[in-house]
């Protein structure tokens, strides 16, 4: 499905699913993403099985015109897209820069906790794909930005394991944004990334996906040579930037892993590294409750301004 998105008004006239209108239209397109779906040992052992799944994504091309233009993808969290996604598209938008935002959740008919945390990573390369083949994207300027759970397919998708086990034609992703996210698993060959840049962007207060993790794999990274930066604020919970949540939400019965050091192991095994025993969140008593969401407007302020100049640079 293609349409024209209009920001101002104007006279719209339909031509089939088009819908034309001023110079300053927006396209808008719905493209479908074949992908699969892959347990955990099978993403790290076999990718070529798994359960085929067909899901959706928006494509906002900012501008119309023949030329070829920079994209982003927008990984979602697990709660799928909502109101703070529209928002980043907005802004990646005002950039004259393409946005992709795939449902991984809706089209394959999970409940975003039983879908393996490893699903963004084959997701984001299947998206790429889909945009790279589109005649207005460039697809040497592809960036991945994605938060919570989305952010594993935006962090991770920059490993050269996992690009040279799932991208297509060997593309690669041209930078790598993650908000908030989870860096507590130790993957084989982790430090040997594709050289693009990645910026993280964390709250220190974050007590679902705990910071500390974030800092050491950092550090790591640096030490490989790798352009790798994390931004952190003081006092930000976990999604900081959806704006839509009012006061400070509290949820005492929900669990994290976030004090859980964990590694992949034998046969796509992910192991509790203090035990070296097969990690099971239901059961595993590195697993905590309680957690915390609330909207962090300075910190929004400063990823927003801080992404758009990264973008700006990595894109050019």
Same mark, same amino acid.
């Given at each position: 499905?293609?349409? !024209?998105?209009?920001?101002?008004?104007?006279? *719209? *006239?339909?031509?089939?699913?088009?819908?034309?209108?001023?110079?300053?239209?927006?396209?808008?397109?719905?493209?479908?993403?074949?992908?699969?779906?892959?347990?955990?040992?099978?993403?790290?052992?076999?990718?070529?099985?798994?359960? /085929?799944?067909?899901?959706?994504?928006?494509?906002?091309? $900012?501008? $119309?015109?023949?030329?070829?233009?920079?994209?982003?993808?927008?990984?979602?969290?697990?709660?799928?897209? @909502? $109101?703070?996604?529209?928002? !980043?598209?907005?802004?990646?938008?005002?950039?004259?820069?393409?946005?992709?935002?795939?449902?991984?959740?809706?089209? /394959?008919?999970?409940?975003?906790s039983k879908l393996p945390n490893t699903t963004p990573v084959v997701d984001s390369y299947r998206a790429l794909g889909v945009l790279a083949a589109h005649?207005?994207?460039?697809?040497?300027?592809?960036?991945?930005?994605?938060?919570?759970?989305?952010? /594993?397919?935006?962090?991770?998708?920059?490993?050269? /394991?996992?690009?040279?086990?799932?991208?297509?034609?060997?593309?690669?992703?041209?930078?790598?944004?993650?908000?908030?996210?989870?860096?507590?698993?130790?993957?084989?060959?982790?430090?040997?990334?594709?050289?693009? $840049?990645?910026?993280?962007?964390? @709250?220190?207060?974050?007590?679902?996906?705990?910071?500390?993790?974030?800092?050491?794999?950092?550090?790591?990274?640096?030490?490989?040579?790798?352009?790798?930066?994390?931004?952190?604020?003081?006092?930000?919970?976990?999604?900081?930037d959806a704006f839509a949540i009012q006061g400070v939400e509290k949820h005492p019965e929900a669990r994290s892993s976030r004090n859980c050091h964990l590694?992949? @192991?034998?046969?796509?095994?992910?192991?509790?590294?203090?035990? @070296?025993?097969?990690?099971?969140?239901?059961?595993?008593?590195? *697993?905590?409750?309680?957690?915390?969401?609330?909207?962090?407007?300075?910190?929004?302020?400063?990823?927003?301004?801080?992404?758009?100049?990264?973008?700006?640079?990595?894109?050019?």
């Amino acid at each position: 499905m293609t349409r !024209w998105f209009l920001p101002m008004c104007a006279i *719209v *006239v339909f031509a089939g699913s088009l819908l034309v209108g001023t110079a300053h239209a927006q396209r808008v397109e719905l493209r479908p993403v074949e992908t699969v779906t892959l347990t955990i040992q099978q993403f790290f052992t076999d990718g070529s099985n798994g359960t /085929r799944a067909a899901i959706a994504g928006e494509l906002r091309i $900012p501008k $119309p015109g023949s030329d070829r233009l920079p994209a982003v993808i927008l990984m979602p969290g697990a709660g799928g897209i @909502g $109101p703070a996604n529209e928002r !980043w598209v907005e802004t990646i938008n005002s950039l004259g820069v393409a946005s992709f935002v795939p449902d991984s959740v809706s089209g /394959r008919g999970i409940d975003a906790s039983k879908l393996p945390n490893t699903t963004p990573v084959v997701d984001s390369y299947r998206a790429l794909g889909v945009l790279a083949a589109h005649p207005r994207i460039d697809p040497n300027r592809i960036a991945v930005m994605g938060n919570s759970f989305g952010a /594993r397919g935006a962090l991770y998708s920059s490993n050269i /394991r996992f690009r040279n086990m799932y991208s297509p034609h060997g593309i690669e992703f041209a930078a790598h944004i993650g908000l908030y996210a989870p860096c507590n698993t130790a993957y084989r060959d982790d430090d040997k990334i594709t050289g693009k $840049p990645i910026r993280i962007f964390h @709250g220190i207060a974050d007590d679902l996906f705990s910071i500390e993790p974030c800092r050491a794999y950092v550090a790591r990274l640096k030490q490989h040579g790798v352009d790798i930066e994390l931004t952190e604020f003081p006092g930000a919970h976990h999604a900081f930037d959806a704006f839509a949540i009012q006061g400070v939400e509290k949820h005492p019965e929900a669990r994290s892993s976030r004090n859980c050091h964990l590694a992949e @192991g034998d046969d796509g095994q992910i192991l509790n590294s203090t035990t @070296g025993k097969p990690f099971d969140f239901a059961s595993d008593s590195c *697993v905590e409750q309680g957690l915390t969401f609330a909207y962090d407007e300075p910190a929004t302020t400063a990823t927003v301004a801080a992404v758009k100049a990264f973008l700006a640079a990595a894109l050019k």
